[in-house]
């Protein structure tokens, strides 16, 4: 059964999990909270209470997740504990020290260990605490990225390893952003419809041509942004006020090359020249984005658009773009940008996308894409690029990608976390993208 509140899904058959659940369960809070979050989702009964482990360096993740649980009446846990151990994370008598006072105020009730957030030092001392041949039925548990599993480690027998499926448990987009306590640039929510969608299939049928991503890219650096951009910030577009002076723009250039001609007709663009105020009826919200939206941004709304084609039996089940990341300490500033995400379960995949075509500008865009969702979904998360680059560079880029990032190349396997498509991948990119799900699901197997 599916329950929804609150924007969270919970699916209420969990009966692989059952047996494992606990009244009490220690939770090792690393930087990265999210494998702490679903420990706590999968393993607590209800009414059952989480116990948040941290030292000075994750204080602030620990305390975020504290908030997090305590109100979120669907899971119907107690209040969540804080231990503190300050800078003792290597210090076997302060870890087991801070860790017993608590089991001493525990009565009754079945206790666990998730050890999968903490240090290895953490781990080893935090288990020593925790384990008792008189509390024999203690579940000790980790979070396994590698093969998305519940791995329940056992004194008289092997590991018991359980697969955390899509359907059961599903952690939207802004339950992950808040988690790590990043929130939207006001006025910015992420897209969850594509903008423009068959304009922008069109806009991908001519890209797929070498020639024409560059007559197209020459058009929007040389007319475009001269006539829109800021003259005293090129890195920004005038007001919309400057933006609704302009005169139509010329297409002179562009209207012999019949692919480009009806990509425009798709977007209701006739004659010689592009009007903006024209262009943003077709049903853009502002000048400014319509000088985005032709600029580069049609490729996310395509992208988007392609995974939420997507068969639902792959459980896709939350998908957006254009994610502006308020910086906390300047909140008029953004702190990053995210292009496409969907969510499956708990595993983000995140996906940048850029209407460049050389190479070591794709490799610094995906470099950085893998940073930002390691640092959101963790070990878990997968990452791939969309750009405009030729089959050539694509394969020579995955080379260079899987011998940086693969740990041992030599093997011959592939890694598939990260994946790069080019321009001839832009029209059947749901395809593309429904394999690289596919592969990601056999790797994990």
């Known amino acids: 059964m599916k329950v929804e509140k609150d924007g969270q899904t919970t699916f209420m058959s969990t009966s692989e999990f059952d047996k494992y659940k606990v009244d009490h369960l220690f939770l090792l809070v690393g930087e990265n909270p999210l494998p702490n979050y679903v420990a706590a989702r999968l393993l607590l009964n209800q009414g059952g209470t989480p116990y948040l482990v941290y030292t000075n360096g994750t204080e602030k993740p620990a305390k975020r997740l504290q908030t997090i649980l305590n109100s979120e009446p669907i899971i119907g846990l ?7 151990l300050n800078d003792s994370e290597a210090d076997a008598y302060q870890i087991q020290k801070a ?3 608590k089991l001493e105020t525990i009565k009754d009730g079945k206790i666990g260990l998730n050890y999968t957030g903490g240090t290895k030092a953490m781990a080893v001392h935090a288990y020593r605490a925790v384990f008792s041949k008189e509390r024999p039925e203690t579940v000790f548990s980790y979070l396994d990225p590698r093969r998305l599993e519940m791995c329940i480690d056992r004194e008289n027998g092997d590991r018991i390893r359980i697969k955390v499926k899509p359907e059961t448990l599903q952690v939207k987009l802004v339950k992950l952003f808040q988690i790590h306590g990043w929130t939207w640039q006001e006025k910015s929510e992420p897209i969850d419809k594509p903008e423009l969608p068959e304009g922008a299939t069109a806009f991908a049928e001519f890209h797929n041509n070498g020639d024409l991503v560059k007559l197209w ?28 002076e302009l005169p139509s723009l010329s297409l002179d250039n562009l209207k012999s090359h019949e692919k480009i001609v009806s990509a425009l007709t798709h977007v209701g663009v006739v004659g010689k020249e592009l009007s903006l105020q024209t262009f943003k009826e077709q049903g853009l919200k502002s000048l400014e984005s319509t ?5 580069g941004e049609w490729l996310e709304h395509h992208v988007l658009q392609q995974v939420q084609k997507i068969p639902t039996n792959l459980d896709i089940y939350d998908s957006a773009t254009s994610f502006w990341i308020r910086n906390p300490i300047d909140p008029k500033n953004t702190k990053f ?31 950085e894409a893998y940073i930002r969702a390691r640092q959101l979904g963790g070990d878990e998360a997968r990452v791939a690029l969309v750009c405009c680059a030729n089959e050539t560079d694509v394969n020579a880029l995955e080379t260079e990608i899987t011998n940086v990032f693969n740990p041992s190349p030599e093997s011959g396997i592939k890694n598939h976390k990260l994946a790069v498509f080019g321009r001839d991948d832009l029209i059947d990119l749901s395809s593309r993208i429904e394999d690289w799900i596919k592969q990601n699901d056999k790797d994990a197997r």
């Open 78 to 84: 107690k209040t969540a504990q804080l231990v503190p």
């Open 99 to 101: 860790i017993r006072s």
């Open 217 to 244: 890219r020459n058009w929007c650096n040389e007319v475009l942004r001269k006539a829109a951009r800021d003259e005293n910030n090129k890195n920004k577009w005038k007001k919309e006020n400057q933006l609704k």
């Open 291 to 295: 000088c985005k939206w032709l600029d």
């Open 337 to 367: 940008q995210f292009d496409v995400a969907f969510m499956r379960g708990y595993q983000l995949f995140a996906i940048s996308c850029t209407t460049i075509d050389r190479k070591s500008d794709c490799k610094s865009k995906l470099f």
